[in-house]
């Protein structure tokens, strides 16, 4: 049974997964390998939660893996391709920030945190604030999923290459750390770039 505020849904919140890279390091397209408390793949698994937490707008970004991805992809999965995923993350960002409603905060989310729950995503959407940008923080980090609100999504275009939205986030905390809403989210430190950390 769901909590109260898992039943009360996010609907100013549109969520984005990154997905697009090669996975090089896997050997192998680790976005559709089996997660083992799910048993589906990696990447539906995230986007499992996402739902569960009350999100209901829910977008993947693809790029290397796109044909394999579609080809296994719910109905209810919008998906959006982007051509331009070899010059690196940024791209993703972009594409991102580009298909969500300017008047929606946008929340930023891997493909790949096989560690993910229900439970921290609507924690980390209930502490969301419209003036600042809402932060995970694991590891000693500040960054994804993190919840850009429409005030601050301008700063994702300034983006290149292979930086992702952390790199702004890490800006705006340095220059001015009341700028920064942080939410402790240890789960989201979890995620796969080989497969021994399937084994952690």
Same mark, same amino acid.
């Given at each position: 049974?769901?909590?109260?505020?898992?039943?009360?849904?996010?609907?100013?919140?549109?969520?984005?997964?990154?997905?697009?890279?090669?996975?090089?390091?896997?050997?192998?397209?680790?976005?559709?390998?089996?997660?083992?408390?799910?048993?589906?793949?990696?990447?539906?698994?995230?986007?499992?939660?996402?739902?569960?937490?009350?999100?209901?707008?829910?977008?993947?970004?693809?790029?290397?893996?796109?044909?394999?991805?579609?080809?296994?992809?719910?109905?209810?999965?919008?998906?959006?391709?982007?051509?331009?995923?070899?010059?690196?993350?940024?791209?993703?960002?972009?594409? !991102?920030?580009?298909?969500? $409603?300017? %008047?929606?905060? *946008?929340? #930023?989310?891997? +493909? @790949? &945190?096989?560690?993910?729950?229900?439970?921290?995503?609507?924690?980390?959407?209930?502490?969301?604030?419209?003036?600042?940008?809402?932060?995970?923080?694991?590891?000693?980090?500040?960054?994804?999923? !993190?919840?850009?609100?429409? $005030?601050? %999504?301008?700063? *994702?275009? #300034?983006?290149? +290459? @292979? &930086?992702?939205?952390?790199?702004?986030?890490?800006?705006?905390?340095?220059?001015?750390?009341?700028?920064?809403?942080?939410?402790?989210?240890?789960?989201?430190?979890?995620?796969?770039?080989?497969?021994?950390?399937?084994?952690?």
């Amino acid at each position: 049974m769901k909590s109260p505020e898992l039943e009360a849904g996010f609907s100013n919140i549109h969520a984005v997964l990154l997905a697009a890279g090669q996975a090089s390091r896997y050997g192998s397209n680790k976005l559709l390998s089996i997660h083992p408390d799910s048993q589906l793949p990696l990447l539906w698994h995230v986007c499992e939660q996402y739902k569960l937490a009350g999100i209901e707008r829910i977008t993947v970004i693809t790029g290397h893996w796109h044909d394999a991805i579609c080809a296994s992809a719910a109905e209810d999965i919008v998906i959006e391709y982007n051509s331009q995923w070899q010059s690196g993350l940024a791209s993703s960002v972009k594409l !991102a920030n580009q298909k969500v $409603s300017s %008047r929606d905060a *946008l929340l #930023l989310g891997l +493909g @790949d &945190q096989a560690g993910i729950t229900a439970d921290g995503l609507a924690a980390l959407c209930s502490a969301y604030q419209p003036q600042v940008i809402t932060v995970s923080q694991y590891d000693g980090l500040l960054g994804a999923p !993190a919840i850009f609100p429409p $005030s601050q %999504r301008r700063t *994702l275009t #300034l983006l290149t +290459g @292979d &930086q992702g939205a952390g790199k702004i986030i890490r800006q705006r905390y340095q220059a001015n750390p009341q700028a920064v809403n942080i939410v402790p989210l240890e789960e989201a430190a979890c995620d796969i770039d080989s497969p021994s950390d399937w084994l952690d």
